[in-house]
């Protein structure tokens, strides 16, 4: 899982593999999203999921938001090779305007 | 599409040296902002602004300055750049806070090396 301080976590999977990925945060969040980001590039949301929704789907993605133990979870089905990335969750913590990254997990899916 | 450019995309400068990022978006955002990313830590916030003339702080402050020159563009300044500011930098835009997505658009990033 990621959060704070963290070294980065790292996964190494076959391409068809599913994969979940863990994050954890301190206080209060109004909504956690995910960020992917590409070797060269900045990083791309890919889904949000707010602090009254359980489970959000978009296509292979499935993200999962527990306040209670405040954790989510970021889940990918059918891995391809595309989607070799590092992925990194961010909260609000209640600050207006503010975005808290973790520390990130890469991902590295092999045809 | 949401657009965010920033330049240099590559800077080498010796310690003690005046850097200035560039950052422009075009998508109308009122909130800008610059991170630094190093290896093992995430993505660290330096500052942000909701509107021109506005700037907070971020949470990795020292050693940067920035300026919301205008609604499109912000620039972080080194004014004496240190070894330990060698990282990769991004800034990013997001839509007023509280509407329906809070998504941050991301520029390409720029690496900046303190020698």
């Known amino acids: 899982s990621q959060w704070g301080e963290e070294n980065l976590q790292a996964l190494s999977i076959q391409e068809g593999e599913d994969v979940t990925m863990n994050c954890s945060y301190k206080t209060y969040t109004t909504v956690v999203q995910w960020y992917r980001q590409k070797s060269g590039k900045g990083p791309a949301l890919i889904i949000l999921i707010r602090s009254n929704e359980r489970e959000k789907r978009s296509g292979r993605l499935r993200a999962t938001l527990d306040t209670s133990s405040q954790s989510s979870s970021l889940s990918i089905t059918g891995t391809l090779a595309t989607d070799t990335a590092v992925y990194f969750c961010?909260?609000?913590?209640?600050?207006?305007?503010?975005?808290?990254f973790g520390s990130g997990t890469r991902l590295q899916v092999y045809a | 599409e949401a657009a965010v450019t920033q330049s240099p995309r590559n800077k080498v400068t010796v310690t003690g040296g005046n850097v200035t990022l560039s950052c422009r978006q075009t998508n109308s955002h009122n909130y800008m902002y610059w991170y630094r990313q190093d290896t093992g830590h995430g993505l660290r916030l330096i500052h942000y602004?909701?509107?021109?003339?506005?700037?907070q702080i971020g949470d990795v402050p020292d050693g940067y300055k920035a300026t919301r020159t205008t609604q499109e563009d912000f620039f972080l300044l080194l004014e004496l750049a240190s070894p330990s500011q060698t990282s990769l930098y991004f800034c990013a835009s997001s839509d007023e806070w509280g509407r329906s997505s809070y998504e941050q658009y991301f520029g390409p990033g720029t690496r900046l090396t303190v020698l």
């Open positions: 961010a909260t609000d913590e209640g600050v207006v305007g503010q975005l808290t």
């Open positions: 602004s909701y509107g021109a003339g506005n700037l």
